[in-house]
């Protein structure tokens, strides 16, 4: 039954104009970013070696599709929540502005598997948006570009080889799912709430916004809260480019957005559990 509900809250989701937006700006994003570092990619290298090509000689395809993959994912990652939340704010306060929720509550279904079927559509578009990144970033860069050594900056120049740099990219994106679906689970927070989607839209931006520059305030006193705001622990999929991995971090991280996810699921449901929709 449940599986019976998921798709379709699906047809839902990928019959609405907005579920798109998403993919058509990752899909505009990608090759602009693609095309802006072919014409200027040796340059881009020359300034992360800068200093260092006097006293080293440095071979091999520097300039490759995983340097290309890595600067898309660093320029967009920090804009998909907002693509996200688009469909996230929808989930059920499109329900009550489009008046179905006396449809729903008919169905021989009861409230608690509408609303983990609509939090279990989430998580698919949520995941269906990063494959869809995946493949233009990653696969596309290496299918134009090569492979081989990846060069990062993470405060000292790290250099990949080719062989150790497929499974980061892997583990970072699985770690960029959870960040997302925490995202997608705070609009659906906020979409639980009230009857009007563009609530949830504007709130869950603004909870994003405000974190991310209370995270960026160099004040003591909001230091100590930095660990606290998710914002903080969505970034860590940065982690596995870093050598070595500080795992403890990682996973420390990775359970406390997994934490939020289920107590905005756990929180959403209870709205949705009392929430007066016949009146």
Do not use: E, P, W
């Given at each position: 039954m449940i599986l019976t509900l998921v798709s379709i809250e699906l047809s839902k989701i990928f019959k609405k104009w907005r579920t798109y937006i998403g993919f058509i700006a990752i899909g505009v994003l990608t090759p602009i970013v693609q095309l802006a570092l072919y014409l200027t990619g040796?340059?881009?290298?020359?300034?992360?070696?800068?200093?260092?090509?006097?006293?080293?000689?440095?071979?091999?395809?520097?300039?490759?599709?995983?340097?290309?993959?890595?600067?898309?994912?660093?320029s967009l990652f920090i804009h998909i929540p907002f693509l996200i939340v688009l469909v996230g704010g929808d989930l059920l306060a499109g329900e009550a502005t489009a008046g179905t929720y006396r449809v729903l509550v008919t169905r021989p279904v009861s409230r608690f598997q509408i609303i983990t079927a609509k939090f279990l559509a989430g998580i698919i578009?949520?995941?269906?948006?990063?494959i869809w990144l995946i493949i233009l970033s990653l696969?596309?860069?290496?299918?134009?570009?090569?492979?081989g050594e990846l060069i990062t900056f993470r405060g000292k120049l790290i250099i990949f080889a080719s062989n150790d740099v497929l499974w980061r990219f892997l583990c970072a994106y699985g770690f960029a799912v959870i960040s997302m679906t925490t995202v997608m689970a705070l609009s659906f927070f906020f979409s639980s709430m009230v009857e009007n989607a563009i609530g949830p839209i504007v709130a869950s931006m603004a909870v994003i916004i405000i974190f991310l520059i209370l995270s960026a305030i160099p004040v003591d006193i909001l230091q100590t809260v930095k660990p606290y705001l998710f914002t903080t622990h969505m970034v860590l999929w940065d982690g596995f480019f870093n050598d070595p991995i500080d795992w403890k971090d990682v996973l420390s991280s990775a359970i406390v957005l997994i934490g939020h996810i289920t107590g905005l699921y756990l929180l959403s449901t209870y709205i949705f559990l009392r929430k007066d929709i016949l009146s």
């Open positions: 040796q340059r881009y290298i020359d300034h992360l070696m800068r200093g260092l090509q006097d006293t080293f000689v440095f071979s091999g395809n520097l300039f490759n599709g995983y340097l290309v993959a890595y600067v898309i994912l660093q578009y949520t995941v269906s948006l990063l696969i596309v860069s290496l299918l134009i570009f090569g492979s």
